[in-house]
């Protein structure tokens, strides 16, 4: 640049001007082809809940687009199709910008990972249409044909941990049972309902080997509303042990104001989530509820074991009405809650429990063994996850609901007063260890005995599910042994590394 003009020997003769989009959306449309120059569109899906670029929940319709846009976004679609003659099922990607003007972004000319919910809400069974169109069969069905009915919605349930910063977790599923399914791939006639694809099993391997997603949660509703709160009915009945999974922040999701509303765009995670996950991000509804199903459970855990342990007339065992329920904090910090169960009927499973001068009348189906409990309190439907000791306590109560968990004991009056005499003990210090935070092979150590470090420097790298995790120093210091060299397979809290 010279005197404001561009020099003689500079040769500018293009400019590429990048398209600023604000507030977008990932929007595609789900087409079919055939070898006979048909092309429709089967309507679009939303899949703008994204993380690191990764689809987290995808829907069908969009809550965002008009008919309008979505017929010009279709049409776009078809037309790209047709130009190239494209046969079988593909998707054609847009991003939408805040005033529903659209661009194109690519073509996957594959069946994708979120195909269920275009299935759902136009009743196609995909797959077949695919496997018709290859053997040169022409289309059934035009593009008036194509039906809208009800909302769909689809969660992708990944071997995560959210609480970890979304590490991958790897290891045996020790439980593995999803909630009870209505509708199955390759039956378009049992709609609105739930929906499980997956190819994992209990007892069965998490490998660190693969992608981290286990299962598609798919749901159908008449609206938008219907399939989000049958959406987070499912979750709650999702049970998955033995390692971690995104169920708690699926929930926080479904739960958030804005994505009720519909109002979110593909920077959605990145903005309300930016300092990661944790359980404060996962407010309950009404936590007392979970209080007072602990004393319900109680109660029904105490009238078995008084009904099988054998007793004599006239010296039964009395179960008391009253408790006290220890919910455990972190550090010891704990919440002490007097609770009154009584009406309780055990082989209707009934109970009532008074809780702050509040009512909570319960009913409960599910047998004790099980993990999953589905029952009704103060007449409305719910499902639980509730289980009897924790790696801790053997005496808690884990009650899991809607993303959230606590752990409660539920004691006696007098139990509840010496509890709060108890002193807490605190966890061993393990400032001076690197721990492996995840589950995989440790690809490399990037330090030596003796080497000074410091805050930020790094210190080993772990593989797992087709990703690198890069361990840092938190502070300043010096290694004083190498505890697990290179091609190590590391479980979660190994440590690989010991400072001075």
């Given at each position: 640049?010279?005197?404001?003009?561009?020099?003689?020997?500079?040769?500018?003769?293009?400019?590429?001007?990048?398209?600023?989009?604000?507030?977008?959306?990932?929007?595609e449309?789900?087409?079919?082809?055939?070898?006979h120059?048909?092309?429709?569109?089967?309507?679009?899906?939303?899949?703008?809940?994204?993380?690191?670029?990764?689809?987290?929940?995808?829907?069908?319709?969009?809550?965002?687009?008009?008919?309008?846009?979505?017929?010009?976004?279709?049409?776009?679609?078809?037309?790209?199709?047709?130009?190239?003659?494209?046969?079988?099922?593909?998707?054609?990607?847009?991003?939408?910008?805040k005033?529903?003007?659209?661009?194109?972004?690519?073509?996957n000319?594959?069946?994708?990972?979120?195909?269920?919910?275009?299935?759902?809400?136009?009743?196609?069974?995909?797959?077949?249409?695919?496997?018709?169109?290859?053997?040169?069969?022409?289309?059934?069905?035009?593009?008036?044909?194509?039906?809208?009915?009800?909302?769909?919605?689809?969660?992708?349930?990944?071997?995560?941990?959210?609480?970890?910063n979304?590490?991958?977790?790897?290891?045996?599923?020790?439980?593995?049972?999803?909630?009870?399914?209505?509708?199955?791939?390759?039956?378009?006639?049992?709609?609105?309902?739930?929906?499980?694809?997956?190819?994992?099993?209990?007892?069965?391997?998490?490998?660190?080997?693969y992608?981290?997603?286990?299962?598609?949660?798919?749901?159908?509703?008449?609206?938008?509303?219907?399939?989000?709160?049958?959406?987070?009915?499912?979750?709650?009945?999702?049970?998955?042990?033995?390692?971690?999974?995104?169920?708690?922040?699926?929930?926080?999701?479904?739960?958030?104001?804005?994505?009720?509303?519909?109002?979110?765009?593909?920077?959605?995670?990145?903005?309300?989530?930016?300092?990661?996950?944790?359980?404060?991000?996962?407010?309950?509804?009404?936590?007392?509820?979970?209080?007072?199903?602990?004393?319900?459970?109680?109660?029904?855990?105490?009238?078995?074991?008084?009904?099988?342990?054998?007793?004599?007339?006239?010296?039964?065992?009395?179960?008391?009405?009253?408790y006290?329920?220890?919910?455990?904090?972190?550090?010891?910090?704990?919440?002490?809650?007097?609770?009154?169960?009584?009406?309780?009927?055990?082989?209707?499973?009934?109970?009532?429990?008074?809780?702050?001068?509040?009512r909570?009348?319960?009913?409960?189906?599910?047998?004790?063994r099980?993990?999953?409990l589905?029952?009704?309190?103060?007449?409305?439907?719910?499902?639980?996850?509730?289980?009897?000791?924790?790696?801790?306590?053997?005496?808690?109560?884990?009650?899991?609901?809607?993303?959230?968990?606590?752990?409660?004991?539920?004691?006696?009056?007098?139990?509840?007063?010496?509890?709060?005499?108890?002193?807490?003990?605190?966890?061993?210090?393990?400032?001076?260890?690197?721990?492996?935070p995840?589950?995989?092979?440790?690809?490399?150590?990037?330090?030596?005995?003796?080497?000074?470090?410091?805050?930020?420097?790094?210190?080993?790298v772990?593989?797992?599910?087709?990703?690198?995790?890069?361990?840092?120093?938190?502070?300043?210091?010096?290694?004083?042994?190498?505890?697990?060299?290179?091609?190590?397979?590391?479980?979660?809290?190994?440590?690989?590394?010991?400072?001075e």
């Amino acid at each position: 640049m010279k005197n404001g003009t561009c020099s003689s020997n500079i040769a500018a003769h293009r400019i590429f001007i990048e398209k600023f989009v604000e507030q977008p959306r990932h929007i595609e449309i789900q087409i079919l082809g055939d070898s006979h120059g048909n092309v429709i569109y089967l309507n679009e899906r939303e899949c703008s809940i994204q993380r690191r670029h990764q689809k987290v929940i995808e829907e069908a319709p969009s809550p965002f687009i008009s008919d309008a846009t979505r017929k010009a976004m279709g049409e776009q679609a078809v037309a790209l199709a047709k130009a190239v003659q494209y046969q079988s099922a593909g998707t054609v990607e847009f991003v939408v910008g805040k005033n529903q003007d659209f661009y194109f972004l690519e073509m996957n000319t594959r069946l994708q990972v979120e195909h269920p919910v275009t299935e759902c809400i136009t009743g196609l069974d995909l797959v077949e249409q695919m496997i018709r169109v290859a053997a040169g069969e022409k289309l059934t069905i035009k593009q008036e044909d194509v039906k809208r009915d009800g909302w769909a919605m689809e969660c992708r349930i990944n071997a995560e941990d959210p609480f970890r910063n979304f590490l991958p977790s790897t290891g045996r599923l020790v439980r593995f049972n999803p909630p009870e399914q209505t509708m199955w791939q390759a039956d378009t006639e049992h709609l609105h309902g739930v929906r499980v694809d997956t190819g994992v099993y209990e007892g069965g391997e998490i490998p660190m080997f693969y992608d981290s997603m286990i299962a598609k949660l798919i749901v159908h509703g008449k609206d938008r509303a219907e399939a989000i709160a049958k959406m987070r009915e499912a979750l709650n009945g999702f049970v998955i042990r033995g390692i971690s999974s995104n169920i708690p922040f699926q929930a926080a999701l479904l739960a958030h104001p804005k994505f009720q509303t519909g109002d979110f765009n593909t920077g959605f995670i990145a903005e309300h989530y930016a300092h990661g996950f944790n359980s404060s991000d996962v407010p309950h509804s009404a936590p007392a509820s979970r209080v007072a199903l602990a004393a319900h459970m109680n109660r029904r855990y105490r009238a078995r074991a008084s009904t099988i342990s054998g007793q004599m007339r006239g010296h039964e065992v009395v179960v008391s009405a009253d408790y006290t329920v220890v919910v455990l904090g972190a550090e010891g910090e704990s919440q002490h809650h007097a609770v009154t169960v009584s009406d309780f009927e055990y082989d209707s499973r009934k109970s009532t429990v008074t809780l702050n001068g509040k009512r909570y009348e319960f009913q409960s189906f599910s047998a004790m063994r099980e993990v999953r409990l589905q029952g009704i309190c103060n007449g409305q439907p719910f499902t639980v996850q509730v289980e009897r000791g924790t790696p801790k306590n053997p005496l808690a109560l884990r009650i899991i609901h809607n993303g959230t968990q606590i752990e409660a004991m539920v004691l006696s009056p007098l139990g509840g007063k010496l509890h709060e005499m108890m002193p807490y003990k605190a966890p061993p210090d393990m400032s001076k260890f690197l721990l492996s935070p995840m589950p995989g092979l440790l690809v490399d150590v990037a330090v030596q005995e003796g080497q000074k470090v410091q805050a930020g420097e790094k210190l080993a790298v772990i593989e797992a599910m087709k990703m690198e995790n890069i361990l840092f120093a938190t502070q300043d210091g010096v290694v004083r042994k190498i505890s697990s060299g290179k091609g190590a397979s590391l479980a979660v809290d190994d440590v690989i590394i010991e400072f001075e």
